[in-house]
């Protein structure tokens, strides 16, 4: 394995010192509720399985009082 010193990299490159990354993007915090981007997008879909599961019941119950009601007739 070869190290090039900073004199050999092309000018078009940015020398190695220049560049810093600090962690992910999903671990930044949302600044109004201090949750991480992965907490908010957790809570986004509960809140939307909880609405579908609340839908899907209120469905099956109109079927349900649908098909008693053409039974009794």
């Keep these: 394995m070869q190290i090039f010193a900073l004199s050999h990299i ?3 490159l940015d ?11 999903s671990a930044k ?3 109004k ?3 991480s981007a992965q907490e908010t997008r957790e809570d986004r879909l ?7 599961i609340k839908r899907r019941k209120a469905q099956a119950k109109a ?3 649908e ?3 053409k039974d009794q007739s």
Excluded at 15 to 25: A, N, T
Aim: proline share 12%; aromatic share 4%.
């Design 10 to 12: 092309p000018a078009q």
């Design 15 to 25: 020398p190695p010192e220049g560049v810093l990354y600090v962690g992910r993007m």
């Design 63 to 65: 079927r349900a009082t």
């Design 29 to 31: 915090k949302h600044p």
């Design 46 to 52: 509960k809140a939307a399985l909880k609405a579908n």
């Design 67 to 69: 098909a008693a009601d």
């Design 33 to 35: 509720t201090g949750k």
